[in-house]
């Protein structure tokens, strides 16, 4: 019973439930590239007419998406950025200053995401400015699809680095 009880802990970075939120918020973050569902985009790129529903609906959604982004930016970009970089540095503190577990558990899905959704807000900024359609636009979400993945492949090696320092670190020598 202690060992489940130590499998469903929270204030760990050993635990289940880590690995669980960790696994899919990449997931989610990979396939909802934009806001856009991926296999929308895969299905558009299937058909062979550019005027076809499937390239109509991903084009549609790509520019709900991107019309969003760049709004709630230009309204709020800067209170955004101010709120999410003032928790990044007290989670911060709180992992370098009190070596507090949770804390780098948290670094280690936090920064990595902040990193994609800084380019994800770029990204939506060039495609409204230079005003992309057809294949020029699904292929900006693909490549767009291919940095979260890859930054997503970064953050999980950077968990469980922080995850065996957290071993290693916890470790003491024992007296001869």
Known sequence: MEDL??????????????WIMHIMAWSLTSHFTLGVPYDVVVQANRERD??????????????ASVFRLVTVFDQLGPAIVGIWAFMLG???SFAILYDHEFSVALLTLFVPLTLVYSVT???????????????PLRNA????????QFCGMLGLILAAAA??????SSITPMDS
């Open 5 to 18: 009880r130590r499998l469903m802990d929270l204030d760990s970075i050993w635990t289940l439930w880590f």
């Open 50 to 63: 550019e005027e076809g529903p499937w390239t109509q609906h991903c084009e549609a959604m790509i520019r």
């Open 90 to 92: 007290a989670i911060s």
């Open 121 to 135: 807000v770029m990204r939506a900024r060039a495609i409204a400015r230079n005003g992309l359609t057809g294949q």
């Open 141 to 148: 979400v693909r490549s767009l699809r291919i940095w979260n």
């Open 163 to 168: 995850a065996i320092w957290t071993v290693i």
